[in-house]
């Protein structure tokens, strides 16, 4: 599982009679890189959400990835 922590664009997208409800952003962009770099039952959040829950959860080493416009540190 991938977890992180920023703004983006959300909105229903409509084609031909189909909706679907969707994301824009770099941030969804580094969720999707943690959730594939993690190993199965591993979750690894970026750097910035780790400072939110810091005192709910331990971390264990550093991931770098280099996501458009941003290089992230991510927590196993």
Known sequence: MGLAQGHATLGAIVFEGRW???AIATVTNLAARLCGEAKPGQILICHRFLKTVDDLVE???ELSLRVP???ANAKK
């Open 20 to 22: 679907d409800y969707g």
């Open 69 to 71: 416009q941003c290089l």
């Open 59 to 61: 971390a264990e080493g």
